[in-house]
């Protein structure tokens, strides 16, 4: 007995049309049934394979500031994909909460209308260890931020990397003992014990 993949995220929102509409015309995912009595949106990207991969519900009644999830990430097949994400967002106003690389993907992560936490990545299929964690700039061209990439995994793939100050900037609550946080690696240190 095995988990084969994650199936489905659920998600409260405050208002199911909004909501709706960004996960549907910015992201692109295809609405696959919809309930307006019940209060429930369901999305897929492979709605040929997966009737849902994203539902959204209303209700949400906590207060504006709870955090309800820590981020829903969405899988892409290509580089070109992340930067065609990053100039839509761009366009629609997105707000992001960063830009980076973790070696082994390529990954914007950014808040939907309701300050949910997402993610588009890419897996580059180059192996570095987590945590890895550099800002990338995807305004360049393709071969350039590949090479980016390539050069940090090439520095620091094998030790992992934080640069801190993206850590300084996330609307993440740290819950882990200070000590932990001293020991992420910066600029090619390794991980301390």
């Known amino acids: 007995m095995a988990i084969a993949r994650l199936g489905h995220v659920g998600i409260h929102v405050h208002d199911l049309d909004r909501e709706a509409a960004f996960y549907q015309d910015v992201l692109g995912l295809t609405m696959t049934d919809r309930d307006d009595e019940i209060g429930m949106i369901f999305f897929s990207a492979r ?39 990053y100039h839509r967002f761009k366009e629609h106003g997105v707000t992001f909460d960063m ?34 964690l550099e800002n990338i700039d995807l305004g360049r061209p ?34 882990a003992e200070p000590e932990f946080i001293s020991r992420l690696p910066s600029h090619g240190e390794p991980l301390r014990s």
């Open 99 to 132: 830009v980076v690389t973790h070696g082994n993907a390529v990954a914007i992560y950014f808040y939907d209308p309701e300050g949910n936490r997402c993610e588009v990545y890419w897996s580059t299929g180059l192996k570095a260890r987590q945590p890895f």
């Open 47 to 85: 709605p040929d394979e997966e009737h849902h991969e994203l539902l959204l519900c209303g209700g949400r009644t906590s207060a504006a500031d709870a955090l309800m999830l820590q981020q829903v990430s969405f899988r892409c097949n290509g580089l070109e994909d992340i930067v065609d994400y």
């Open 142 to 175: 393709l071969d350039q931020i590949m090479a980016d990439v390539r050069n940090a995994v090439d520095a620091y793939g094998e030790t992992g990397h934080v640069d801190r100050t993206i850590l300084e900037k996330q609307d993440i609550h740290v819950t």
